[in-house]
């Protein structure tokens, strides 16, 4: 599914939410495989049981990673991802929490580098199912401005 905008067509102050996304024991197992991050934290419920959480948690890597995919709906081939700035882990993410991902079109700039297109920042903000922020950052987003608007 394509979804064509061009820098012009951002809107700062736009909204999209995404649907939710349960975080299962599965996905913390298979993302400690993949990344080597085996910590007790995320490992070790006996441990855990101990800790002032007193459960084990999702990666925050593991939440920022499925809140980047919830994200990624329509694909605009006039864009592209240009990184993540200001990541914070603001509050755990337990087995069996659901997320969802509010995203918020916070600034439009140029970009020094590229007359031909601009700089979205999207501020992505992720909730548990109690609209608690578990997760924020910045999503710049390199946009192809309209052919003759440059």
Known sequence: M???QYFEDYISGEQRRTGGRTITE????????????FYP?????EWCR???????????TLVF???VGMTAGAINPRAMSYGYDRLRFVKPVFIGDTIQ?????KEKRDDPKRPNHGIIVETCQVLNQRDETVLVC?????????PGDS
């Not at 101990?50 to 925050?60: K, L, S």
């Open 138 to 146: 910045e999503h710049l987003l390199l946009v192809e401005r309209r």
């Open 65 to 67: 990673s499925v809140a």
């Open 2 to 4: 394509f979804h064509e």
């Open 50 to 60: 101990t800790q002032p959480f007193g459960q084990r948690m999702a990666h925050g």
């Open 41 to 45: 934290h995320h490992m070790d419920a």
């Open 26 to 37: 599965a996905d913390i197992v298979i993302h400690a495989g993949q990344t080597g991050d």
């Open 101 to 105: 991902v509010t995203v918020t079109v």
